[in-house]
């Protein structure tokens, strides 16, 4: 849990008026909880959590923010609940976590749709988001402020050697994160098993599972039981998308102001600094442990030949799959995010969007600074 300290000003002498007439039009502060379904700090979504709330304390001073990391506080569904009655300001929402209480989250969801830096990062862009977001709204009185990225290099970890065609993934018992990515693993001839991250460790080094879907960040935690991860080029083989969450409830009750400097924060700030330092998170872990030689353990990035025969053997598997669980408008959302995507990828070629563009060494900072066992971590980061 993080605690924002409560910032005073001392006023003196001469300085009386002058402070007087700063804090007359002053933002009063704001109090609110925000959930995440991943770790805190040193994880690069957590650190722009952390930032989110920082930019809070230094905008409105005597705000308060706490942050409830790893479902310390509400599952993803308990979380879209309390957004709904109030109990809970803002969230980090996985659009797949989310279906169990909201199957429409469900449609943007699919392997090898966006499949390029510049189509990831537009999924906001979509008419799809849009109408989403004005489902949550209306369904849920909890207002979409805007949606980010975790890894976009997506994969599949295994024990004993590396998954790249459909014969490798042939009967393995596979950690799956939900119903959507069982879809998936089903069409290559493997065997689901969805799993808490927290039970993988295990499962991989008793053999309960032979090997994991997960990001380049579960990587790096399994790394010693899945030492083989192969990733089928962006996205291949699932997104990891996230809107961030407001309830309606607690924004309506707020001032305009603000809601105005909450708005900016999120939105010119926030958003743009979790997208930035999450890509960089990726660059840094291939950085260290890419490979090219498959028979070695680390990251394999598939070539656009063998990422196609992933995409090839899915099928269409989990929008299949989605389309049995939503109505006909949700039918609807499934081919129109589709035929978006596909647009996308043809709009934003790879390297041609500003984020491939972004100085990765301006981030290393805000790793080193949040690093497990520094003095600012043990003071910023509760559990």
Same mark, same amino acid.
């Given at each position: 849990?993080? =605690?924002?300290? &409560? /910032?005073?000003? %001392?006023?003196?002498? @001469?300085?009386?008026?002058? *402070?007087? !007439?700063?804090?007359?039009?002053?933002?009063?502060?704001?109090?609110?909880?925000?959930?995440?379904?991943?770790?805190?700090?040193?994880?690069?979504?957590?650190?722009?959590?952390?930032?989110?709330?920082?930019?809070?304390?230094?905008?409105?001073?005597?705000?308060?923010?706490?942050?409830?990391?790893?479902?310390?506080?509400?599952?993803?569904?308990?979380?879209?609940?309390?957004?709904?009655?109030g109990n809970l300001e803002i969230m980090t929402?996985?659009?797949g976590k989310t279906s169990s209480i909201e199957?429409?989250?469900?449609?943007?969801?699919?392997?090898?749709?966006?499949?390029?830096?510049?189509?990831?990062?537009?999924?906001?862009?979509?008419?799809?988001?849009?109408?989403?977001?004005?489902?949550?709204?209306?369904? =849920?009185?909890? &207002? /979409?402020?805007? %949606?980010?990225?975790? @890894?976009?290099?997506?994969? *599949?970890? !295994?024990?004993?050697?590396?998954?790249?065609?459909?014969?490798?993934?042939?009967?393995?018992?596979?950690?799956?994160?939900?119903?959507?990515?069982?879809?998936?693993?089903?069409?290559?001839?493997?065997?689901?098993?969805?799993?808490?991250?927290?039970?993988?460790?295990?499962?991989?080094?008793?053999?309960?599972?032979?090997?994991?879907?997960?990001?380049?960040?579960?990587?790096?935690?399994?790394?010693?039981?899945?030492?083989?991860?192969?990733?089928?080029?962006?996205?291949?083989?699932?997104?990891?998308?996230?809107?961030?969450?407001?309830?309606?409830?607690?924004?309506?009750?707020?001032?305009?102001?603000?809601?105005?400097?909450?708005?900016?924060?999120?939105?010119?700030?926030?958003?743009?600094?979790?997208?930035?330092?999450?890509?960089?998170?990726?660059?840094?872990?291939?950085?260290?442990?890419?490979?090219?030689?498959?028979?070695?353990?680390?990251?394999?990035?598939?070539?656009?030949?063998?990422?196609?025969?992933?995409?090839?053997?899915?099928?269409?598997?989990?929008?299949?799959?989605?389309?049995?669980?939503?109505?006909?408008?949700?039918?609807?959302?499934?081919?129109?995010?589709?035929?978006?995507?596909?647009?996308?990828?043809?709009?934003?070629?790879?390297?041609?969007?500003?984020?491939?563009?972004?100085?990765?060494?301006?981030?290393?900072?805000?790793?080193?600074?949040?690093?497990?066992?520094?003095?600012?971590?043990?003071?910023?980061?509760?559990?």
């Amino acid at each position: 849990m993080f =605690h924002l300290r &409560k /910032l005073t000003a %001392a006023v003196v002498g @001469s300085g009386l008026l002058i *402070a007087a !007439a700063g804090t007359a039009g002053a933002v009063d502060p704001v109090k609110l909880r925000w959930a995440s379904d991943h770790t805190g700090p040193p994880h690069p979504a957590g650190i722009a959590e952390v930032r989110f709330a920082e930019m809070v304390e230094k905008r409105i001073p005597g705000s308060k923010v706490q942050i409830f990391w790893a479902k310390s506080l509400y599952t993803v569904p308990q979380g879209l609940k309390a957004l709904t009655q109030g109990n809970l300001e803002i969230m980090t929402g996985q659009f797949g976590k989310t279906s169990s209480i909201e199957p429409l989250s469900n449609v943007v969801l699919g392997a090898g749709k966006l499949t390029t830096v510049g189509a990831i990062d537009a999924i906001d862009t979509t008419q799809t988001y849009k109408d989403l977001a004005a489902h949550f709204m209306k369904a =849920h009185d909890v &207002k /979409l402020m805007g %949606a980010g990225h975790l @890894s976009m290099y997506m994969g *599949a970890g !295994a024990v004993k050697s590396r998954l790249i065609g459909p014969a490798d993934f042939a009967g393995k018992k596979m950690r799956s994160m939900g119903p959507a990515e069982n879809a998936l693993l089903s069409a290559l001839g493997a065997n689901p098993q969805a799993m808490a991250f927290g039970d993988v460790p295990p499962a991989l080094q008793t053999g309960v599972i032979d090997g994991l879907l997960t990001s380049l960040g579960g990587f790096n935690v399994t790394k010693e039981q899945a030492p083989y991860f192969t990733v089928a080029g962006l996205n291949g083989i699932v997104g990891d998308y996230y809107y961030f969450g407001v309830s309606n409830r607690w924004w309506s009750r707020l001032k305009q102001d603000q809601r105005d400097v909450l708005t900016d924060i999120i939105k010119n700030d926030f958003i743009p600094f979790q997208r930035a330092i999450n890509y960089c998170n990726d660059k840094r872990t291939l950085a260290k442990f890419q490979t090219t030689d498959k028979s070695k353990p680390g990251v394999y990035v598939m070539n656009q030949a063998e990422a196609a025969v992933i995409q090839k053997t899915e099928g269409g598997a989990t929008d299949k799959w989605i389309k049995s669980k939503v109505n006909d408008y949700g039918d609807k959302l499934v081919d129109q995010f589709s035929k978006e995507a596909k647009a996308l990828v043809a709009a934003n070629p790879p390297g041609s969007h500003a984020l491939e563009k972004t100085n990765c060494a301006d981030y290393e900072k805000y790793f080193t600074r949040y690093t497990k066992g520094s003095d600012l971590y043990k003071a910023k980061s509760r559990k």
